[in-house]
């Protein structure tokens, strides 16, 4: 998990900038993703569950959703990132 480090950091970092917590900012980049249709949060408590629709009132920019591409780059488009 070391070498994730550097980028949780960054991460963190960006969402202080924000002024959001960082699980707002990711179910809310979730929301922008169109391959995303529905989000599964998980949550074990209402607290949690509620907690989570913050999410929902997190307005990310276009700079904002590059900055996280930006630390979180993904995968090459299929076929080449899984060619043996």
Do not use: N
């Not at 990711?26 to 169109?34: E, F, I, K, M």
């Not at 989000?39 to 276009?62: H, K, N, Y």
């Amino acid at each position: 998990m070391e070498e994730h480090r550097p980028a949780l950091e960054q991460y963190e970092a960006f969402c202080r900038e924000l002024g959001q917590a960082p699980a707002d900012v990711g179910l809310a980049w979730l929301l922008h993703q169109p391959a995303v249709t529905a989000p599964i949060v998980g949550p074990r408590t209402m607290q949690q569950f509620e907690g989570s629709l913050a999410a929902l009132e997190v307005t990310l920019e276009d700079a904002a959703l590059d900055r996280l591409d930006e630390i979180f780059p993904g995968y090459k488009a299929a076929p080449m990132e899984y060619a043996w």
